[in-house]
């Protein structure tokens, strides 16, 4: 029997019966202070994922990060508010030692085949082999679970106030890689550092207070997509007091839109 | 006395104790089936801003629409599910005949002057004198509780299956004319009709199922902008099996990024 991929160990639930969830930090995806939001993230999807009542695939997830999480366990109840025909609505919230940490809300939905187009195209970009190898510079271990590769919009190496815009574009895989799920695709989606880093190369206080994802793709398309690289871009939209925005968008290698996302990130100075 | 603004009325609370207030739809802001989604986002975030235990002002709102309010009374329940020395995380759930038909979630914060950019510039539009007068010919009641004045990407005239593109522009305000507020505000963010009518320029069935607005702008620079005229553009990214994504902005006739929204929407075929 081999380990489990650390990204499975570290979103694992039990399930404690009525709507209730045990979980605990993983080592592997920590971040500066407690665990890299984007696993957070995927565990409290998880827990809707798991739940005996669950119709359909998720569609939307909203996550707002309370309170940093402290190293060890947690409990999440993920509650199906409402349940319609081919669509279902979740109130999700998570808590260590009685205290809310994260609330999030999801859409899970029966999906049907429709009229469909991208209207956003993938940006083109070399290949990761010619970008050569992860280059995504964050001293945080949850940066190591990921193979990163920046095209555009690296993290300055000179914090010299200099910078003039806030575009990122990459190729990510997890890594080892793994067959992509709707889960690794919501934690992917906050793989990108805080914008403010590049738009002002300050290295000041950042952290991610909300993030919502869309996913467009179902589960037939994430598993065609298997291990292979996605492309990522992402930018902010506007800096103001204490508060910035960013929007991203996650494509497969061949340039189908797979996910976009946004998320509001508190920064400091 | 004058009579209050129908925007006023329509998202009106009476307190109930314990989390919970009493509202009711109205007329004046119908949609084809229940009321706008737009009306019913304000009145969920003033269920927040009404509670007494309110810190700061709301920097992210997220509602997901999870059934057709019917026309009459709901009640909905705000509750703080965490309170910080700065953010405070809130959970709200609208129901009508104890049926969940509304979840949101939304986060409060204490503002501090930071540096501030705006990184997305307003598009240059033909002043609303130029554009001439209200034309969004949709033809809904809540329609007219706004002056909106497209200058791109109008509601297709001929549902020929032409369309090539999503992007709408356009000023708008109350109508009649009310000081912008941060419910107002989240209203706005919700006037673009369903983009799919215009990429496809076929009348399809469509509507939002969730949304989220980020409020960059502040009580203060709200009060700023009065009853003047915002600019908005929206787009879609994704269009997949039933259901696409549109991201938006909303300046200040002053080119000030006030919100930025996204929302995911139903459609059918």
Known sequence: MTAPHPFDQAIALQPLGEDRFAGATSPAYANMVGPFGGITAATALNAVLQHPALLGEPVTLTVNF?????????????????????TQHWVVEMAQAGETVLTATAITAARRETWSVDELTAPDLPMPEVVGSHNMAVPVTWVRRYDLRVTEGHLPTAWDGGGDASQTTLWMRDEPARALDVCSLAAMADVFYPRVWLRRATHVPAGTVSMTVYFHAGAAQLAAVGAGWLKGQARAQAFRNGFFDQTAQVWSEAGQLLATTHQLVYYKQ
Chains 1, 2 share one sequence.
């Open 66 to 86: 309370a309170a940093a999480l402290t190293d060890g366990p947690f409990e999440l109840v993920a509650r199906p508010a409402r349940t319609n025909r081919s």
